[in-house]
């Protein structure tokens, strides 16, 4: 994110400018938890787990009756409050995996951050949790070297010691316990499908060039507008103590992405336009491309 989009959220914040949500596009997050609850009353191979107030999904693969120890996929949806197209979008391709049962295990947090509804009432930069902490810049990485501390005042204030943070302790807890495949975080912002490191631009290893080739293939049918790569030498900054860093250096995960799936300029519009569509047409747009890219990763078609 550039230092001019830092300037804008910062005065829309001092200035408490709100911006009206579309509750027809984006809907509450007790509204999405409801609907993957109902569909885990119904769908036999779907069972719905809380970790204290975070729900989460474990959804079943058709090879877990022929596979012993068959791996899984770790999903997590609206890390950042204010992207709120993110777990639209998660509760729209749970939906969808409802009437296709995958091959893998999935387990999937839909929301990850309890601030969204804050963003919907008309807080609209929200990014950090109610504790004043970026969920993304909490794990065990960021407190490493003087680089990955950042200030409490910033957007990405990693908090005061490693996963202090339920949502980022937990994520580490199931990859610890869990045979994790694949990692992917789902965020908004930019157009984007990263793979790891995102808080070294030195740091390297020898599947990456893979799998930043498998992502070219998948931008070049489903996102051409893409950035594709190693989030630390594409984006314009570096990202330090992010879940993703985390899962792959420390619970060694075959490999961990970050897609970003929307994302304009920050205006005087704010941060409700920046991060989401607007109009049902384009939400309805990009999930249906950005589910195409999820179900290519999870059925290992990419």
């Known amino acids: 994110m550039s230092f001019k989009c830092v300037v804008i959220i910062c005065t829309l914040w001092i200035f408490n400018i709100k911006a009206t949500v579309n509750p027809q596009l984006y809907a509450r997050s007790e509204v999405i938890e409801h609907r993957i609850e109902q569909l885990c009353e119904n769908i036999d191979y779907f069972e719905c787990k809380h970790e204290n107030d975070l729900l989460w999904l474990h959804i079943t693969g058709y090879m877990a009756t022929t596979v012993v120890t068959l791996e899984s996929d770790l999903i997590v949806f609206g890390e950042h409050a204010r992207e709120l197209i993110s777990s639209t979008l998660g509760v729209s391709w749970i939906e ?21 509804n804050d963003v919907i009432d008309g807080d609209e930069c929200i990014r950090k949790n109610s504790n004043g902490i970026d969920l993304n810049r909490n794990a065990k990485l960021a407190f490493f070297d003087k680089a990955g501390r950042y200030s ?5 204030f990693a908090g005061i010691t490693p996963l202090s943070e339920a949502e980022p302790k937990f994520i580490d807890k199931l990859a610890e316990h869990l045979p994790i495949r694949y990692f992917i975080n789902v965020h908004s912002g930019e157009f984007a499908m990263y793979c790891s490191p995102d808080g070294s631009k030195t740091e390297t290893f020898a599947t990456q ?44 995960v075959a490999a961990a992405f970050t897609f970003e799936v929307y994302g304009t ?18 939400l309805l747009y990009e999930i249906d491309r950005w589910i195409n890219i999820l179900n290519a990763i999870i059925y290992n078609t990419f």
Do not use: W
Request: aromatic residues 10%; glycine residues 4%.
């Open 96 to 116: 969808r995996l409802a009437q296709t049962q995958p091959p893998y295990n999935l387990v999937i947090i839909p929301i990850a951050n309890e601030m969204r």
């Open 265 to 282: 300029m920050i205006d005087s519009d704010g941060c409700y336009k920046a991060f989401n569509p607007l109009s049902n047409k384009r």
């Open 152 to 156: 409490q005042f910033s957007e990405e």
């Open 209 to 252: 060039g893979e799998h930043i080739q498998r992502l070219k293939k998948l931008a070049n049918v489903y996102c051409k507008e893409c950035v594709v790569g190693s989030a630390a030498k594409k984006s314009n900054y570096l990202a330090h103590g992010t879940n993703a860093d985390n899962l792959f250096f420390n619970r060694h």
